[in-house]
């Protein structure tokens, strides 16, 4: 007699360590690439193999988890081997790009062990004093125990959003999910509470202290989605659009915070999750925020390409606002490419877009784009291709214009200015303003900050022996020993 019971991989498991199941499945996607195969990977595949549902990948998915994993067989990663499957029920379905499905287990072949009952699954950052979590940590266990919640039987508590810096503990009554694991209301509000409380965490204080910490509600909000089925298909749609959002918020946290892999692992989870959904919104900033990555991390040619998607899969929403950051960014990878004409036109067609107006259709994320955000965007630009005058008037503009509310974007600006000042020759106003930054870091983590502002002082060097200057490199030569 064959059972009929899936015997859950545990081996695969391990190997995912504290990834989610949709950051390793991006993971995936990228190896693929690196060999020129292409596997539609995301995380309900990830899912179906660690529950045994998948005994034996594909040929594609093979060669990319022998790329993955060197010096591994299928066995060292928990599979079967492929004659014990070859033709016991395997199936192909559209959602796992061809990939052969083994559900049963032969005959005399001892169930694995079950997985053990979780901790509740909580949407909720940890304490700040909690100690941040690491690849190689004994926390391990434990992040897999929360990955696998959702699949277990019986009940299980998800914590209301509620996120906290400082002293400020997590704490929001725990809301039940049934055990047919039927996603609600509550916990679709409870995603986006987290969406918007790491966004306003982040405008004022930046993504340095926040990244590791915000990785937890991600966790969360992506084993919702593994979760199956909810009420209706509205709810569901706002559940994608949640999760896809969350991971674009914590892919810029990382991004802030200088860890530009773990960002272009979780843009390119929300992109996924924008595509299974046909979200034309997410899928507009997913490559908003790509594009931008991209052209911090010397990609242009990446850059142009991701913002001409997003203007693309933008066109049809109504948002003249969201056309306009998208064509910044495309004049952003212009820059970087030294398309001068090209970079201009795209900021032309950056500011006709901006001046028709706020719309009804703006995404709820762009609130941070005024017309102080349009000049900076512009600076960068003309910085870029090296007319740092240009590039000083509009950083100018941008710091008066700027709104008190962004805290995080107060020192932004003003670091922006410092080099481009320092770069024009104004070595004096680049240390009065290098001064206002230095002000504000008591207050805002960002390594994306005080980098800009460690290269002003780069250029400053030589003009040490002007008083102004000298003070400056002084307290950020003392900070930098501090820090």
């Known amino acids: 007699?064959?059972?009929?019971?899936?015997?859950?991989?545990?081996?695969?498991?391990?190997?995912?360590?504290?990834?989610?199941?949709?950051?390793?499945?991006?993971?995936?996607?990228?190896?693929?690439?690196?060999?020129?195969?292409?596997?539609?990977?995301?995380?309900?595949?990830?899912?179906?193999?660690?529950?045994?549902?998948?005994?034996?990948?594909?040929?594609?998915?093979?060669?990319?988890?022998?790329?993955?994993?060197?010096?591994?067989?299928?066995?060292?990663?928990?599979?079967?081997?492929?004659?014990?499957?070859?033709?016991?029920?395997?199936?192909?379905?559209?959602?796992?790009?061809?990939?052969?499905?083994?559900?049963?287990?032969?005959?005399?072949?001892?169930?694995?062990?079950?997985?053990?009952?979780?901790?509740?699954?909580?949407?909720?950052?940890?304490?700040?004093?909690?100690?941040?979590?690491?690849?190689?940590?004994?926390?391990?266990?434990?992040?897999?125990v929360l990955r696998r919640v959702f699949m277990t039987s019986g009940t299980t508590t998800v914590a209301a959003a509620s996120l906290g810096l400082g002293r400020t503990h997590a704490s929001a009554a725990p809301i039940s999910l049934p055990a047919q694991r039927r996603v609600g209301e509550a916990e679709v509000s409870a995603v986006e509470k987290a969406v918007r409380q790491i966004r306003l965490l982040d405008d004022r204080h930046g993504g340095d202290g926040l990244y590791r910490r915000a990785a937890q509600p991600l966790r969360a909000a992506y084993a919702l989605l593994d979760a199956g089925s909810t009420a209706r298909r509205a709810t569901a749609d706002r559940l994608h659009a949640g999760a896809g959002e969350l991971a674009i918020s914590v892919g810029w946290l990382a991004h802030d915070s200088g860890r530009f892999e773990d960002a272009r692992s979780h843009y390119a989870e929300a992109l996924a999750t924008a595509r299974l959904a046909g979200d034309s919104a997410l899928e507009a900033h997913a490559f908003c925020n790509a594009s931008f990555l991209a052209r911090d991390t010397g990609r242009p040619r990446e850059a142009v390409r991701a913002a001409e998607a997003g203007q693309r899969a933008a066109r049809a929403l109504g948002s003249p606002r969201l056309l306009a950051l998208l064509a910044l960014r495309e004049a952003g990878g212009r820059a970087g490419l030294g398309d001068r004409t090209g970079c201009d036109r795209a900021i032309g067609r950056a500011r006709a877009a901006f001046e028709r107006g706020p719309a009804a259709a703006d995404p709820e994320w762009m609130t941070f784009f005024r017309d102080a955000e349009l000049e900076l965007l512009e600076a960068q630009c003309w910085s870029t291709l090296g007319d740092w005058s240009r590039a000083a008037r509009h950083g100018r503009r941008a710091v008066a214009l700027q709104d008190a509310h962004f805290t995080r974007n107060l020192a932004l600006y003003r670091a922006q200015l410092t080099g481009d000042l320092a770069r024009w020759g104004l070595a004096d106003e680049a240390a009065a303003t290098g001064h206002q930054v230095l002000d504000l870091l008591d207050r805002v983590q960002s390594s994306r900050i005080r980098g800009m502002l460690a290269g002003a002082a780069r250029v400053l060097e030589p003009r040490s022996g002007a008083a102004g200057v000298a003070a400056f490199l002084a307290r950020h030569a003392d900070r930098g020993t501090r820090a």
């Open 1 to 144: 007699m064959v059972s009929t019971r899936a015997v859950p991989n545990l081996v695969f498991r391990q190997l995912r360590g504290p990834r989610s199941a949709g950051e390793f499945a991006a993971a995936v996607r990228r190896a693929a690439r690196e060999i020129g195969e292409q596997v539609a990977c995301d995380a309900r595949y990830i899912g179906r193999v660690e529950s045994g549902e998948i005994r034996c990948p594909n040929y594609a998915y093979e060669r990319v988890f022998l790329h993955m994993f060197p010096g591994a067989s299928l066995a060292d990663l928990g599979f079967s081997a492929r004659e014990s499957v070859r033709g016991r029920g395997a199936r192909e379905t559209a959602g796992t790009a061809g990939t052969a499905e083994c559900p049963t287990v032969p005959a005399g072949r001892a169930p694995g062990p079950t997985a053990p009952l979780s901790p509740p699954l909580s949407l909720s950052l940890p304490p700040a004093h909690s100690p941040p979590p690491t690849l190689h940590s004994d926390i391990d266990e434990e992040s897999d």
